[in-house]
């Protein structure tokens, strides 16, 4: 892509995924194979197959012009219609809660995050203002029948989960698609797809559903699925009636778009950023390993031949230095004619960075290939490009570094 000649792009955007998972043994790492990049290779490959038939099997052209309708919800405080409930009732959403089955994490994805190791406090959590809070009764009630752990909607400044979330709807031509803040499961997805269809008056075919939309705010499961307190259910952040009230919501973005009007845009979310800590380490400032200039390659290539890997290591400053968006952090040349043109970078799975630290300041990458059965014979090196940052001024300099020469035959 950095070529900027690609005549056909692809996306492969997350969906209603919240009860999907990549660990088809049921163990977090596991299957199909157990080495995860492998597993990882096989599964992209899998998708990109069925991208391919897909759209070597479609008929129909999407024609038409584009449109968009959005809304704000404060989805702690939704009052929703028994017409998207189970029971036929109104109800209402609740303040974001942390459930037990939260804390418990899942069987396939493994155990939730250790916030807090047993004998240990958290700094993060603790330069925040600490997770001790008491659980009202109401909340409780409100929430049931997930047991409350953490009232996180109620820790201050003003709730540690968004709580006013932005839904949206894009046409493009025939087709929609329906963004959403969470992390939709297959089910709840479905049913806002069947919402957001029957209200247009469209096929359901005709509606996808784009999850991790526009902001983040956990899971979203059906309300039978939030019953259950699964990992799930216990993430599903504003209760038992979290779906419904996109649903709701949803009806109201479509009749919208349907009618050439404008829904009401719902409350502002809260200007939280003048309060965003920041718990990543910075980068102090890099110095080469003794005897060493920042780019010197330290371990070299050598001959060899296409199925074999290529491992190179070069001295270098601190990856964070320079992420390289829209460019690399190294090259895989080849000699064509007397110049040297890339065949492969960090954008291609035969290679892989790994960055290592030596010491207190000093950056050591180690590059490798694993050169393609199809990869033709000839002259080869590789490049890298990094940055390194100044002690006492800060300032960020980039430099690069090539190996010596290899043939591959």
């Not at 502002?268 to 400032?285: E, K, N, R, T």
Request: net charge negative; with cysteine; proline share 9%.
């Amino acid at each position: 892509y950095l070529d900027g000649d690609t005549s056909f792009i692809a996306a492969f955007p997350q969906t209603n995924s919240g009860d999907m998972s990549p660990n088809l043994f049921l163990e977090p790492g596991r299957g199909p194979t157990e080495d995860e990049f492998e597993n990882a290779r096989i599964i992209g490959l899998r998708q990109v197959a069925a991208a391919q038939t897909a759209f070597g099997s479609a008929s129909e052209t999407v024609t038409g012009g584009v449109d968009s309708r959005i809304m704000y919800l404060d989805m702690a405080n939704q009052v929703v219609s028994g017409r998207f409930t189970p029971d036929g009732r109104e109800h209402r959403t609740a303040p974001a809660a942390i459930g037990a089955a939260m804390s418990a994490g899942s069987v396939e994805d493994g155990p939730a995050i250790p916030i807090f190791p047993e004998g240990t406090r958290n700094p993060m959590i603790d330069a925040l203002g600490g997770m001790d809070a008491p659980v009202p009764q109401w909340l409780q009630d409100a929430q049931a029948p997930k047991l409350v752990v953490v009232p996180v909607g109620l820790l201050p400044p003003g709730g540690w989960v968004p709580n006013v979330l932005k839904i949206q709807i894009l046409r493009i031509g025939q087709f929609y698609i329906v963004g959403g803040p969470a992390e939709f499961t297959i089910v709840s997805g479905l049913r806002v797809r069947r919402t957001v269809a029957e209200e247009l008056g469209v096929p359901l075919e005709n509606v996808i559903f784009q999850g991790y939309a526009n902001s983040y705010s956990s899971y979203c499961t059906t309300p039978q699925e939030y019953d259950s307190q699964q990992y799930e259910g216990g993430s599903t952040m504003f209760g038992r009636y979290t779906l419904p009230a996109y649903q709701q919501g949803y009806a109201a973005l479509a009749a919208a778009m349907r009618d050439g009007t404008e829904p009401p845009r719902g409350p502002a979310p809260a200007d939280l950023s003048g309060f965003q800590p920041s718990f990543g380490p910075g980068v102090d400032f890099d110095e080469p390993l003794p005897g060493t200039q920042f780019g010197d390659a330290t371990v070299q290539p050598g001959d060899g031949s296409p199925g074999a890997q290529v491992a190179v290591e070069f001295v270098t400053g601190h990856p964070k230095n320079d992420t390289h968006r829209n460019g690399t952090f190294y090259e895989i040349q080849r000699n064509t004619g007397g110049s040297w043109t890339r065949v492969a970078d960090d954008n291609d799975w035969s290679t892989k960075l790994h960055w290592r630290r030596v010491g207190s300041n000093g950056s050591v990458v180690r590059i490798t290939w694993d050169v393609p059965a199809d990869t033709p014979a000839g002259t080869y090196r590789v490049q890298h490009f990094g940055a390194s940052k100044a002690r006492g001024s800060g300032a960020i300099s980039p430099f690069s570094g090539v190996t010596s020469e290899f043939r591959l035959t």
